[in-house]
């Protein structure tokens, strides 16, 4: 008898344990077994066609694997989420046929870990304005510069890299290019949060060399494709998550159900102004879960993501102010990561204010907010 796909996913899981073992304690050794055995079990990349390590039955396997792995997929997953939800999607509509067989297998199966290289010191949300140059030299691109707040830059392979390769300002002149993280000339220096972690690094770039054919889409035209990235980007955050685990780390709103088991705990349930917020709290969740289903632009859900973010972890400061600074237990632990996270996901994946804007100008056809460095016209 044939296999049903449910079948196949629970075989897959009933043998996971036994993997993720074998891969002892490190992080990114655990984080490659796992998806190494997705990979060879055919469960990575539904939607992606075969010839780059994907799979296109059933049609909606992603969805269904996503309900039947709930609560059983290890934290580890998250190490790949650039690579797998913004490099890969961007290399489908971009990336030679060269380049897509070159890394996005790789990517699915674990090989190899990317990260994002847009934001410089003098150009976050002004990305347009950034300065790292690549010039060609032979068959290769000599790279100077430096970018910051790259996530996992640590432990990448690759990065999905923005440089500027033409004279032009502005969004002319930029390429986009994949470069190898572990070569000379590349230096990595981590960024410590408040939370105690360190996800977020300075980069910095001292000839370091990318190949010649390793331009994603055409030179000096990167921007069309950056743009299509952050799309998958803001996609990706506004969609969130919520497997059941208790995990002091990733960047998604605190579940209500953990709010109300918090709310029981603490005897805070006859509160009349928490429970008000509890209820708010819900409807949020339930509007993220909505405007995901929707597919709505792209900026609405990160925005709503952030927000939710932000109101999640204001109701635990109300119920239980000593988690916020107390370190203690696995659970104190737990709700701290949370409460000090949630500022920074109104900054990674663009700015609130970037967010508005984008809706405002590219959805609305609203008027661009005026430049400050635009020269001001006469009068006369």
């Known amino acids: 008898m044939t296999e049903t796909f449910a079948e196949e996913v629970e075989h897959f899981f009933r043998g996971l344990p036994v993997i993720l073992d074998a891969a002892g304690e490190d992080e990114i050794a655990r984080a490659r ?11 990575a990349g539904f939607g992606i066609p075969t010839e780059y390590g994907g799979r ?6 992603a969805r269904q694997l996503q309900k039947l792995a709930q609560g059983r997929v290890p934290p580890e997953e998250s ?3 650039i690579g797998l939800h913004m490099a890969v999607p961007t290399l489908l509509q971009y990336g030679s046929e060269e380049l897509k067989k070159r890394f996005i297998p790789a990517a699915l199966s674990g090989e190899e870990i990317w990260c ?9 949300s002004d990305l347009p304005s950034l300065s790292t140059r690549a010039v060609l030299d032979g068959d290769e691109w000599v790279v100077n510069g430096q970018k910051v707040w790259t996530s996992g830059a640590q432990h990448s392979d690759l990065g999905i890299l923005l440089v500027r390769t033409g004279e032009e300002a502005g969004k002319s ?7 190898p993280m572990h070569q000379p000339g590349v230096e990595v220096r981590p960024l410590r949060q408040m939370t105690g972690d360190a996800e977020f690094n300075e980069v910095f770039f001292s000839d370091a060399r990318v190949p010649r054919d390793w331009v994603v889409g055409e030179i000096n035209d990167g921007w069309r494709a950056a743009t299509q990235l952050l799309a998958h980007e803001r996609t990706s955050l506004g969609a969130g998550s919520d497997d059941g685990v208790r995990k002091a780390s990733g960047s998604a709103a605190l579940p209500f159900h953990f709010l109300r088991s918090l709310a029981e705990q603490s005897d805070c349930r006859e509160d009349i102004h928490i429970r008000q917020e509890l209820a708010r709290a819900y409807s949020g969740e339930m509007i993220m879960s909505w405007l995901t289903r929707r597919k709505t632009h792209p900026s609405i859900g990160k925005l709503w993501r952030t927000r939710q973010a932000r109101h999640c ?10 988690l916020i600074a107390h370190e ?5 632990l737990f709700w701290n990561y949370h409460f000090l996270n949630s500022p920074r996901m109104s900054l990674g994946g663009g700015t609130d204010e970037i967010q508005r804007n984008t809706l405002g100008e590219r959805a ?12 001001v016209k006469s009068k006369d």
């Open 33 to 43: 077994a796992w998806r190494k055995s997705l990979s060879d079990t055919g469960l």
């Open 56 to 61: 296109l039955t059933p049609a909606d396997g």
């Open 79 to 81: 190490t790949f989420g």
């Open 116 to 124: 994002q290289l847009y934001s410089e010191p003098g150009a976050g």
């Open 173 to 179: 002149g930029i390429t986009m290019m994949v470069m």
């Open 313 to 322: 972890a204001s109701i635990v400061a109300t119920m239980r102010p000593q």
């Open 328 to 332: 203690g237990s696995d659970e104190d």
């Open 364 to 375: 609305l056809g609203l008027p661009r907010e005026p430049d400050p460095q635009a020269p």
